[in-house]
């Protein structure tokens, strides 16, 4: 295949088209060179119908074509800061447009069991006959964890290799599923309701019966967090290095777990709270209380970023899909119905159907399968028919079914990179092969199963270097970097250059917002009126305290006293301008009065008039 390659010249692009004669060998100059060398022209036409044909990807290229649709920055005045804002700005369309390019042997629909014909199933297929076609690393997620003190939860670090379990009688244990090797375990004797790895497998926290508490891989206590009270339910925001909580008293509590401090506490003001999930695209907050609403929640915001009716009675479970980019959120609740929702409008649910068993736990794989177990069976959904619009209410086509009879089922967790789905429940835990629910390609900086202790160090200190903000947190993520839409409006002083709104004098701002009064605008900027020159209606004079005083009446002293010291011994630029402005349109509105009477006739233009400033 090597000197397949190398005959044909694969690497050279298609733009240089080659001419061949009736014996194949190569007519252009350029490859005259190459028929002198030691493996001569080669008379083989499949050989020679292999180079036209074949080039390299645009990713692989040294020099990638230019993107189109660019946004240009022609309003920025600076010219530095254009030219490196336009060279972002194509740096970051090339890398988009190239993303598909360079992903050459990723599928949409890799992985799923396919059927022959109409008249058979994937759901029939049962768990032995999968484990048995499947190869035999695959086949090693097929395991059962049968434990005395559930129910259970469980929870996968983000490289997949680890998982943590709690049960509800305060058994938790920490440990590499793949080999066997157990890290951590713990009897607390005292009610878990939750548990999270933090950054790695190095921490993990519990939820336990008062706080949250913290420990490390071996087990030892680190941290008892006060602050958490009678703790629910967990999430760990990786790139924010934040742990966020939600318990019976109705807080919603952001712990910065790298320096220790409490960041930020939201009431909901909807009682206890026992279902959360994150979206990994945003990291916003869902949570699903008992009263049927559905909630979205940010660190910088003291109210619901979002907030809708989602169920009849309590809501039991949530999850965002990750393999959209968080577009879609499923929500299922006590009344027995699972929702899927679009998280960009919140118009109405995009799919709806009812569960027998009443609540259910839901949860999203990377490849955008939906877990559903409710009952004492787990049954799993594939895209599109789970996100495409259907109005009657019956399920989706039902593409895998596994009977579990340990009930409840309290959790379900997709295994990161692999095709496995843990189940928790009163019994311990079971653990079943979903062909095409897993990511099978990893980014090695993000996430990486085989990482070793130097890359895991070197992962973590450049995790601190990047931590994001929590109050960039919000629910369009793409904001941060962007720039702000030019404005349009413009000063009284200079019509020439955009002046933003807020850097725009208070009288233009009054104006624009339509709050002055015109005729204050003529006659109250300087106190003085043309029309009757310091006098009333009956032409006697006033001084200017009397005038003043005249104005001021029926306004308080407060607002009198910001009045006189805002007029007292002050010359602003800006006002006298405004001023001279004023006079000229007054003198203006005045000669086309006098014009249109006749009193004055109108003036000739010149050609001098060209040379005036206007």
Same mark, same amino acid.
């Given at each position: 295949m090597d000197s397949l390659f190398a005959k044909a010249d694969a690497i050279q692009p298609l733009t240089k088209k080659r001419k061949y004669n009736g014996n194949g060998k190569q007519t252009a100059k350029s490859d005259l060179k190459k028929s002198t060398s030691k493996a001569g022209p080669s008379s083989d036409r499949t050989l020679t119908s292999v180079a036209p044909n074949t080039s390299l990807p645009k990713s692989l290229r040294p020099t990638s074509p230019p993107p189109e649709n660019v946004p240009k920055h022609s309003h920025i005045k600076d010219l530095k800061l254009r030219t490196q804002l336009n060279r972002q700005a194509a740096h970051a369309s090339r890398a988009k447009a190239l993303l598909q390019d360079a992903e050459l042997l990723l599928t949409d629909d890799a992985g799923l069991m396919q059927v022959e014909n109409d008249m058979e199933k994937t759901w029939r297929v049962g768990q032995d006959a999968i484990a048995e076609g499947a190869g035999q690393e695959a086949a090693k997620g097929r395991q059962e964890w049968k434990l005395d003190g559930g129910p259970y939860r469980s929870r996968y670090s983000r490289n997949g290799r680890h998982l943590a379990i709690v049960g509800n009688t305060g058994h938790v244990a920490t440990f590499d599923w793949q080999t066997g090797t157990m890290h951590a375990e713990l009897q607390l004797q005292e009610t878990c309701r939750d548990v999270t790895f933090l950054q790695d497998q190095s921490f993990f926290a519990v939820a336990q019966k008062k706080y949250v508490f913290i420990y490390d891989r071996d087990g030892v206590e680190l941290?008892?967090?006060?602050?958490?009270?009678? %703790?629910?339910?967990?999430?760990?925001?990786?790139?924010?290095?934040?742990?966020?909580?939600?318990?019976? @008293?109705?807080?919603?509590?952001?712990?910065? @777990?790298?320096?220790?401090?409490?960041? +930020?506490?939201?009431?909901?003001?909807?009682?206890?709270?026992?279902?959360?999930?994150?979206?990994? *695209?945003? &990291?916003?907050?869902?949570?699903?209380?008992?009263?049927?609403?559905?909630?979205?929640?940010?660190?910088?915001?003291?109210?619901? +970023?979002?907030?809708?009716?989602? *169920?009849? !009675?309590?809501?039991?479970?949530?999850?965002? $899909?990750?393999?959209?980019?968080?577009?879609?959120?499923?929500?299922?609740? &006590?009344?027995?119905?699972?929702k899927v929702w679009d998280c960009r409008n919140w118009k109405g649910t995009v799919r709806e159907w009812s569960t027998r068993g009443g609540g259910a736990e839901v949860?999203?794989?990377?490849?955008?399968?939906?877990?559903?177990?409710?009952? !004492?069976?787990?049954?799993?959904?594939?895209?599109?028919?789970?996100?495409?619009?259907?109005? %009657?209410?019956?399920?989706?086509?039902?593409?895998?079914?596994? %009977?579990i009879p340990s009930r409840p089922l309290t959790s379900v967790r997709f295994c990161p990179f692999q095709d496995i789905l843990t189940v928790g429940h009163n019994a311990g835990l079971s653990s079943i092969i979903v062909p095409g629910s897993g990511e099978p390609n990893f980014d090695s900086t993000e996430a990486d199963p085989?990482?070793?202790?130097?890359?895991?160090?070197?992962?973590?200190?450049?995790?601190?270097?990047?931590?994001?903000?929590?109050?960039?947190?919000?629910? =369009?993520?793409?904001?941060?970097?962007?720039?702000?839409?030019? @404005?349009?409006?413009? @000063?009284?002083?200079? $019509?020439?250059? =955009?002046?933003?709104?807020?850097?725009?004098?208070?009288?233009?701002?009054?104006?624009?917002?339509g709050k002055v009064d015109e005729t204050e605008l003529e006659t109250g900027v300087d106190g003085d009126n043309d029309a009757n020159e310091g006098g009333d209606g009956d032409g006697k004079k006033q001084s200017r305290e009397e005038r003043e005083k005249?104005?001021?009446? !029926?306004?308080?002293?407060?607002?009198?006293?910001?009045?006189?010291?805002?007029?007292?011994?002050?010359?602003?630029?800006? +006002?006298?301008?405004?001023? &001279?402005?004023?006079?000229?349109?007054?003198? $203006?509105?005045?000669?086309?009065?006098?014009?249109?009477?006749?009193?004055?006739?109108?003036?000739? %233009?010149?050609?001098? =008039?060209r040379f005036r400033r206007s």
């Amino acid at each position: 295949m090597d000197s397949l390659f190398a005959k044909a010249d694969a690497i050279q692009p298609l733009t240089k088209k080659r001419k061949y004669n009736g014996n194949g060998k190569q007519t252009a100059k350029s490859d005259l060179k190459k028929s002198t060398s030691k493996a001569g022209p080669s008379s083989d036409r499949t050989l020679t119908s292999v180079a036209p044909n074949t080039s390299l990807p645009k990713s692989l290229r040294p020099t990638s074509p230019p993107p189109e649709n660019v946004p240009k920055h022609s309003h920025i005045k600076d010219l530095k800061l254009r030219t490196q804002l336009n060279r972002q700005a194509a740096h970051a369309s090339r890398a988009k447009a190239l993303l598909q390019d360079a992903e050459l042997l990723l599928t949409d629909d890799a992985g799923l069991m396919q059927v022959e014909n109409d008249m058979e199933k994937t759901w029939r297929v049962g768990q032995d006959a999968i484990a048995e076609g499947a190869g035999q690393e695959a086949a090693k997620g097929r395991q059962e964890w049968k434990l005395d003190g559930g129910p259970y939860r469980s929870r996968y670090s983000r490289n997949g290799r680890h998982l943590a379990i709690v049960g509800n009688t305060g058994h938790v244990a920490t440990f590499d599923w793949q080999t066997g090797t157990m890290h951590a375990e713990l009897q607390l004797q005292e009610t878990c309701r939750d548990v999270t790895f933090l950054q790695d497998q190095s921490f993990f926290a519990v939820a336990q019966k008062k706080y949250v508490f913290i420990y490390d891989r071996d087990g030892v206590e680190l941290h008892r967090l006060k602050a958490h009270v009678e %703790p629910t339910r967990l999430e760990f925001l990786p790139y924010h290095w934040l742990l966020a909580t939600v318990g019976n @008293t109705g807080y919603l509590k952001y712990q910065d @777990t790298s320096t220790g401090l409490l960041v +930020a506490e939201h009431r909901t003001k909807s009682g206890s709270c026992r279902t959360m999930t994150q979206n990994r *695209h945003n &990291a916003v907050i869902h949570l699903g209380h008992q009263n049927g609403v559905v909630s979205l929640w940010t660190p910088n915001l003291p109210h619901p +970023a979002v907030q809708l009716l989602a *169920h009849i !009675g309590p809501v039991v479970g949530l999850s965002v $899909d990750p393999s959209t980019g968080g577009r879609y959120m499923a929500s299922s609740g &006590a009344d027995g119905t699972v929702k899927v929702w679009d998280c960009r409008n919140w118009k109405g649910t995009v799919r709806e159907w009812s569960t027998r068993g009443g609540g259910a736990e839901v949860e999203w794989s990377a490849r955008g399968a939906l877990a559903v177990a409710t009952g !004492g069976s787990v049954n799993l959904y594939t895209k599109p028919s789970i996100q495409t619009s259907f109005a %009657p209410k019956v399920p989706p086509p039902l593409y895998l079914t596994h %009977p579990i009879p340990s009930r409840p089922l309290t959790s379900v967790r997709f295994c990161p990179f692999q095709d496995i789905l843990t189940v928790g429940h009163n019994a311990g835990l079971s653990s079943i092969i979903v062909p095409g629910s897993g990511e099978p390609n990893f980014d090695s900086t993000e996430a990486d199963p085989f990482e070793h202790k130097r890359t895991r160090r070197e992962r973590e200190v450049k995790g601190l270097l990047d931590k994001i903000q929590p109050d960039m947190i919000a629910l =369009d993520p793409d904001f941060i970097g962007s720039l702000t839409v030019p @404005t349009k409006l413009t @000063t009284a002083v200079n $019509d020439k250059h =955009d002046i933003p709104f807020a850097r725009l004098p208070r009288l233009e701002r009054l104006r624009l917002q339509g709050k002055v009064d015109e005729t204050e605008l003529e006659t109250g900027v300087d106190g003085d009126n043309d029309a009757n020159e310091g006098g009333d209606g009956d032409g006697k004079k006033q001084s200017r305290e009397e005038r003043e005083k005249r104005k001021m009446r !029926g306004k308080g002293k407060s607002l009198k006293r910001y009045l006189r010291k805002q007029r007292k011994n002050v010359i602003d630029p800006t +006002a006298v301008a405004i001023r &001279a402005k004023l006079e000229k349109q007054r003198e $203006d509105r005045r000669v086309a009065k006098a014009i249109e009477k006749g009193e004055i006739e109108p003036k000739k %233009p010149s050609a001098l =008039d060209r040379f005036r400033r206007s």
